[in-house]
Structure formats: structure tokens, C-alpha cells
């Protein structure tokens, strides 16, 4: 059977649902917008911010009993092996309290910085990728945090309990036809007496075979008493009506438990819905400013263990008389992996410790953070693979049947491929921050390029504009990077120089900003279509932010008397690798084949070159694209397994 026809929506009502989700405000400084506006707000991220003692040592002692049972009671072979955490392995993770890292003590949780949280899973994803997937999952955008931030108390009384200790949570907003797209969503959330009544399909629920609770989007109709709109609920997976029909298999990750969940006329108490009707995509993208930044705390755990293996391995491979490692060819790979890992620590730290104080807005810093670390931690696996050759290919249960080394390097080239999708793709993400990056510009001349605006608008918009671009422009000329012994701090007596690539950072700051105005003023209302060119915007950025990052971070550890001067060493080898990445994205803004690709792509759509396509047999399956998400009951069995 064919899917369904999903509520047609226009590209334009698609727009406007994502915008009305965005927090429009802000409220408090952001290191990285200010980067996209062409200032370098050095002030707002040096010195290092730094945890309270306290929570240095709550969370220190949580890391101990953490790593202890992950090197004693997490095999990750086992779960690798089976394609599922034992349950014994969950209960423990209970009993330690894990589940309940971010929970606050009130609640029973232990209440965990997010800069220990972030370690925590570093651990936990070391030991088992799938493992740092379930408590992720569970914590970041399963019911803790969305309750955190937009519960009643009645509903943090009542849920926090048990997901501190007992229950496990997962987050369901994906549908089979529905994906980055939220206004298509067709899960409904009909209002009947003091319930709503839930019906509808959702797909890739992490956690969700495992779930005793539920975080569901579904849309509310509009009617009398009613606002309508998307809405955020708990669900209890138990409940009448709720039925797991499928645990989903895929090329990584094998032990996760994510599935495919159908709703049929569930009744949900209205006192479960999360926030006001209409609030739900505002709460689930809240709920990710710092929910994202699980996913690099993974990759720096890929990381460690990469530049681990590179050196175990590169020491005691020998080829034409000296070890790998002193060969150039290889010997660039594990520069680039040590210098990579350091700088996606740093980020992850700097991000982490930012989302802590509260000062500052993170929401784009935490969408860099997920991006770039998910992009480069994929690139550091491959080269990891690269390195150990025909063994980086074999897996790490048949090179122990041989009697070698069981080093698992193609499952984490499978297991971390998925990073760049969770969570936001990388395409979607360039979107997102593209969005955040231009929302200065767009505030003062957005009427100017709204077709629906009248001319009335459009002529305060342009006064608006005017005034705001006399005052912008004529400061992306000059500034501190220009002058040789700015950043001096930098360049400590008997370590390497790192203020030249802060200079580097704050004149490509505003060579960035100066690039994205004049964008603007040639393509207008056409800019959103520019994605390949907002991509690389997006990409400049990230990689003055990772810079930025990784020599604070360097200082930081210099004046704590922390391997500073090796951490300088890193420092610059990783801005020097950056910087040429960053001056490629720079040259590709203005040349490069996107108008070509584009009639390729019309092409192809058109079937112009499927001639090219013969001499193949296709080995896929029959079936429809999209299954079939039709509301109704549910006909298959119920795979639901809830670890108690």
C-alpha cells in the first residue's frame, strides 16, 4: 500500500511554522553571532569560564563510579555482538543513577553540571556508543529536560521521580513522511474533556522499544477554547493505544533501541500536555540549544579513542624499516586526529561551561558544536580506518578469532556516520544557524524583500536599514587583527604563538560579515535558496569558532599549569590545519559549480541521463518509498520491552 497524502503544505507556511518556533529575542550575548556580524567578542568566552568547586567534585565523583562500571559491567563487544544492552547492564545504570545525571537532587537526580554530563557521556560512549545513545536520548531530549525547562511543578514532582531512578524516556517528533518539515506533521491531538485523544505513526524513536515514558508532538486542531498548533505531551508507553510494531535495524548503533510507535485513540490527561497548546516545536528546539551538545561529547570520546589506537598501533607497525607513524602519509593523519580531538574538547568544554554560567546565548555555539564535531569526529574515524588498513576493515570479532588485537575501528566508522544526521542533519543545521547568523540583517531589512509587505513597510524597513548599515559597514574595515601584537597574552615566553591566529580569527570575522552583506544585496529574497553558499558561511564560521576555542582553551590549561605547553603545541598545529580549510570555503563562496549543479539536478529529475544508469541489476527490495502511516489500529505485534 502507498503512504498516504500528508497535509499539503506550501513552501512559504513550511517557513513560517519553523520561524514561529525560533526564539526571536535575544536577551543575552552570543559569542558566535557577534562572529557572524564581523566582532570578534573575545571577552565574552577568555578567560575561560570555569566550574564551581562543588561541582567539581560532585562531579568528579560520579565520573569514578561511572568509569569503574563501564570498565567492569559494560562489554561493548557483547552489545555489539547481541545488537542490544543486557538488561542487567540498564538496571545497573539505574542503581549508579546515570538516568538521572541532569535531574536535580530534589527530584532524586544527581544534578550534574552540563560540562560533567557531557564527560559523563564521553565515558559512557567510549565503553559503548549505543549506551551513551540511551542515556543521551533519555536526558537530553527525552522527558527530563523539556520538563526541566517548561513543566509545571506538578509535572516535575510527579515524572522527574522516576526518570532520575526508574523510567526510561524518549522523544518522538519524527513521522515516516514527515522529518525536517514539521509543519507536514500529522499526528493529531484531539481535544475531548480533560483529555486529548492522540492517533498517529512515529518513526526512529530512539528509546522508544525500551520507554516507560513518552515526550509526543502531535498537532492540535483549532477550535473553541483552543489555540491549536503543534503541542508537546508525556505519554505513558504503557498506555491503551500505544503500540510498538517494529524495532528497527541499522548500519550502526546496533544494540539502540529505537523503533516505530503508533498511536491509536490514546487518551492523554490534558495536565500531561508540556507548555500551552502551539508551544510544541518552540519547546523541542529549546529543548535542543543544549540537548545537542551530547552528540560532541561523543565525538570527543571517538577521538580519544582514535588518537589511542593511532599511536598504539603506528609505534608498533613497522613498513620499510621504521614504525607507520614516521611516514609522512600516515604521520599527517594522526596530527590531524590529535590536533582535531583537541579542538573539539575545547569547544565541547567552552560550550558546555557557557551553557552552565547562563550569561550567555548558546544556541548558535551548541548548533556549531553538534555540526562541526559530528563532520570532523566521521573524518577522524575514516582516517582511523586508513591507518590500521586491511585490519581497520576487518571486524574486531574476526580479528580476534585470529589471535590479534579485538580493535573495533569499522564499527566506530558505522557507529559515528549517524552523528551527522541525529539531532538536526548537517544540511539542516547549515540552515539553522544560516538562519540565526543573518536574523540581525533580516530584523532590520526583512520587510525590504517580503513580496507581502506593503510599500509602506518596505520604505520603513529600507530607513531602518539604512541607519543600521551606516553604522555596521564601516567597522568591517579595520579592527585589532590588523595590528601586529594584539592578543600578546597569547604568545606566553617558551610556547608557541597563538595570537597571530587570533588575529587570523577577527579579520576573517569580519571578511566573513562583509561577505554575507554583500550576498544579501545580490540575490535579496532569493538568499535562502543559496544553500551551498550559506553552507559555506556556516562552515567559515565554525571554523573560527573551533579556533577561537581551542587557544582559549590552550591559555586555560597553560595557567593551570596543565600540559600548556603541549596544549599550545595542539593549539596551533589545529589553527594552521583550520585556517587552510577555512581559506578554501572562502575561495568556494564566490567560485564554484553550484549554478551548474543545479541544471545537473534538473536533469536528473527529469530523467535526462537515466541512460547512465543501464548496465546495473538494482539489488533493492520491492515496496513503497514511504510506508504506509495511515491512523488506525494497530495490526502488528507489540515489540515494546520495557528494563525493569
Known sequence: MSAPSVRPVSEREARQVAEAAREQDWKKPSFAKELFLGRFRLDLIHPHPTPAPDDVRRGEEFLAKLRDFCETRIDGARIEREARIPDETVQGLKELGAFGMKIDTRYGGLGLTQVYYNRALAVAGSASPVVGAL??????????????????????????????????????????????????????????????????????????????????????????????GITAFVVEANAEGVTVENRNAFMGLRGIENGVTRFHQVRVPAAHRIGPEGAGLKIALTTLNTGRLSIPAMCVSNGKWALKIAREWSTAREQWGKPIARHEAVGSKISFIAATTFALEAVLELSGQMADEDRNDIRIEAALAKLYAS??????????????????????????????????????????????????????????????????????????????????????????????????????????GQLPRTYAEF??????????????????????????????????????????????????????????????????????????????????????????????????????????????????????????????????????????????????????????
Open 491 to 644: 604568545h606566553p615566553a617558551g610556547h608557541r604563538d597563538l595570537s597571530g591566529h587570533l588575529r587570523y580569527v577577527e579579520r576573517s570575522s569580519r571578511r566573513l560579515a562583509r561577505s554575507t552583506f554583500y550576498a544579501m544585496s545580490r540575490w535579496q529574497g532569493r538568499m535562502e535558496t543559496k544553500q551551498g553558499f550559506l553552507g559555506r558561511i556556516v562552515d567559515i564560521g565554525a571554523e573560527l569558532f573551533a579556533m577561537s576555542a581551542a587557544c582559549v582553551r590552550a591559555e586555560h590549561l597553560r595557567a593551570l599549569g596543565e600540559n600548556g605547553s603541549e596544549a599550545y603545541q595542539l593549539a596551533d598545529a589545529f589553527c594552521r590545519q583550520s585556517r587552510i580549510r577555512a581559506e578554501e570555503l572562502f575561495r568556494r563562496l564566490w567560485t564554484n559549480t553550484d549554478d551548474l549543479d543545479r541544471k545537473v539536478v534538473s536533469g536528473v529529475m527529469a530523467g535526462t541521463y537515466t541512460w547512465l544508469e543501464s548496465g546495473i541489476v538494482d539489488p533493492s527490495g520491492e515496496g513503497p518509498w514511504i510506508a504506509d502511516a495511515t491512523p488506525g489500529p494497530s495490526k502488528a505485534e507489540n515489540v515494546h520491552r520495557p528494563v525493569h
Open 375 to 480: 563532520e570532523m569526529a566521521w573524518l577522524m574515524a575514516d582516517e582511523l580506518v586508513q591507518i590500521r588498513g586491511g585490519r581497520g576493515y576487518e571486524t574486531a570479532a574476526s580479528l580476534a578469532a585470529r589471535g590479534e588485537r579485538a580493535v573495533p575501528a569499522e564499527q566506530m566508522l558505522r557507529d559515528s556516520r549517524i552523528n551527522r544526521i541525529f539531532e538536526g542533519s548537517t544540511e539542516i543545521m547549515h540552515l539553522l544557524i544560516a538562519r540565526e547568523a543573518v536574523d540581525a540583517h533580516l530584523s532590520v531589512a526583512g520587510d525590504l524583500i517580503d513580496p507581502d509587505k506593503s510599500l509602506g513597510d518596505k520604505a520603513r524597513a529600507g530607513a531602518r536599514a539604512g541607519g543600521f548599515y551606516a553604522r555596521w559597514l564601516p567597522k568591517l574595515v579595520a579592527g585589532p
Open 135 to 228: 542515556l543521551s536520548a533519555h536526558q537530553s531530549i527525552g522527558v527530563p529536560q523539556p520538563l526541566k525547562l517548561f513543566g509545571t511543578q506538578e509535572q516535575k514532582e510527579t515524572f522527574l521521580p522516576r526518570c532520575a531512578r526508574t523510567d526510561i524516556s524518549a522523544f518522538l517528533l519524527t513521522e515516516p513522511d514527515v522529518g525536517s518539515d514539521p509543519a507536514r506533521l500529522a499526528t493529531t491531538a484531539v481535544p475531548d474533556g480533560d483529555d486529548y485523544v492522540l492517533d498517529g505513526v512515529k518513526l526512529w524513536t530512539t528509546n522508544g522499544v525500551v520507554a516507560d515514558l513518552l515526550v509526543v508532538m502531535a498537532r492540535v486542531p483549532r477550535g473553541e477554547g483552543h489555540k491549536g
